[in-house]
């Protein structure tokens, strides 16, 4: 059944992100990979563009304490539903709900009251030449949040900021955000890259 526009529904509990919860491959994924969740080491954990809040869930599923920043009132009223609802099935969805902290504000004033370990951005990725390829729900939320102008301010504030590690979640053949240093080192999927910027 297609869904009509305006119904964007955060769901945790079923779909794509109950699927990537059972079959994902743990912390063996790129992101947690990433994000520097390996045997023994959980940082702690901001993710400073909620969005959908699919990788927060993710993150929290593998055992770390996840921040999510979002901006958007539309956006954070749908995760603030969609966290409700997850937490009400009890067990294990509730117990990873229980590990993520939603705030509703700017990233750019958040991330500095904040000692994240690390830091996940996931602005929104530049619109692709065949519109089609992009799912239902990512065309929703673009047209809720608009395109993230800031994403090179972001990543610099939040290099600042962090601990351990900053992750920029990227489209894999998209150039570089401008203006933003060199990563240290990638994690290149078959669609995605995470440009890691290590804190010395």
């Not at 940082?43 to 901006?71: C, H, K, W, Y």
């Not at 539309?74 to 609802?85: D, F, I, T």
């Not at 065309?139 to 590690?165: M, N, T, W, Y």
Request: include cysteine; glycine fraction near 10%; aromatic fraction near 4%.
């Amino acid at each position: 059944m297609k869904q009509v526009a305006g119904e964007l529904r955060i769901d945790f509990v079923e779909g794509s992100v109950a699927h990537r919860l059972r079959f994902g491959g743990g912390r063996g994924q790129d992101l947690a990979k990433a994000m520097g969740l390996r045997a023994g080491k959980t940082p702690m954990i901001v993710d400073a563009t909620a969005g959908l809040g699919r990788d927060s869930f993710l993150l929290a599923s593998l055992g770390a304490q996840v921040t999510l920043i979002e901006r958007s009132e539309k956006m954070h009223a749908l995760l603030v539903q969609g966290m409700k609802r997850a937490a009400r099935e009890g067990g294990q969805i509730r117990e990873i709900i229980g590990r993520m902290t939603l705030l509703k504000g700017d990233a750019l004033d958040v991330i500095p009251e904040l000692a994240g370990e690390a830091i996940l951005i996931d602005p929104m990725h530049p619109e692709r030449k065949n519109s089609a390829l992009v799912k239902q729900d990512l065309r929703q939320v673009r047209e809720i949040v608009g395109s993230d102008d800031d994403a090179a301010d972001l990543v610099r504030l939040a290099i600042k900021h962090a601990r351990k590690r900053v992750v920029l979640k990227w489209p894999a053949k998209a150039a570089p955000i401008e203006g933003v240093k060199k990563c240290t080192h990638q994690i290149i999927g078959k669609t995605t890259r995470y440009d890691v910027f290590m804190i010395s």
